[in-house]
């Protein structure tokens, strides 16, 4: 059992937040303030083991935190949960810096930084790994939910913080080989600037449940 900090209470972090706690995870879901509507009524839902609070409540109870909210917002909610309540601690950086969905989509930054990597330096002590962006949240925490193998992606600075990210993933389904560390936290920008290809596929394909096989 590991305790999990949600920040954020939309479609992302409710779908985590829900498979973290019917895998067996102490989940606090954290909003901007302890009377989120969203996320009490979803702790009400949950039951033990569920719990919702502030950024700061939530990032105080996890050993892990799930950024989870809208990437133009994340500094702001993550500087509200707090540096002391994040140092040393794992946190998963599931978000995408969208500046803008047009058409086209734009993002900032993108290219030659990424949010991962701002989001790291804001906050040092924290061991930063981003995962999850590039897929709907159903795929997220589900993966056999799709026919096949298919892949996720790490991307981060601590091996040892990448290895606790893969166990989880491991939990919810996602074979160990199919969850493809990138490289450092520089990688990020590739994975978040992949979120331009998945919206033109989302488009063309008319859904958003698919996801990529890395293949040769």
């Known amino acids: 059992m590991t305790r999990i900090g949600v920040l954020g209470t939309g479609m992302v972090g409710t779908t985590l937040a829900s498979r973290f706690v019917e895998l067996g995870h102490e989940v606090v879901m954290g909003s901007r303030t302890a009377d989120n509507e969203a996320a009490n009524a979803w702790a009400a839902g949950q039951g033990a083991g569920a719990g919702a609070g502030t950024f700061a409540d939530a990032a105080r109870h996890g050993e892990v935190v799930v950024n989870a909210t ?58 930063v790994v981003k995962a999850l962006n590039t897929m709907t949240a159903a795929v997220m925490v589900r993966p056999e939910s799709l026919p096949g193998q298919h892949d996720a992606f790490l991307a981060g600075d601590d091996p040892s913080a990448k290895a606790s990210v893969q166990s989880l993933l491991v939990e919810m389904g996602w074979p160990a080989g199919c969850v493809r560390d990138v490289g450092g936290i520089t990688a990020a920008r590739g994975l978040e600037m992949y979120l331009v290809l998945w919206l033109s596929l989302a488009t063309s394909l008319g859904r958003y449940d698919f996801n990529i096989r890395v293949v040769g």
Do not use: C, M, W
């Open 70 to 127: 809208a990437g133009a917002a994340s500094l702001a909610a993550l500087a509200a949960a707090g540096t002391d309540n994040l140092a040393g601690k794992v946190l998963i950086d599931v978000a995408n810096p969208i500046a803008g969905y047009g058409p086209p989509v734009v993002l900032d930054p993108a290219g030659d930084d990424s949010l991962a990597e701002r989001i790291q330096r804001e906050f040092p002590g924290t061991r």
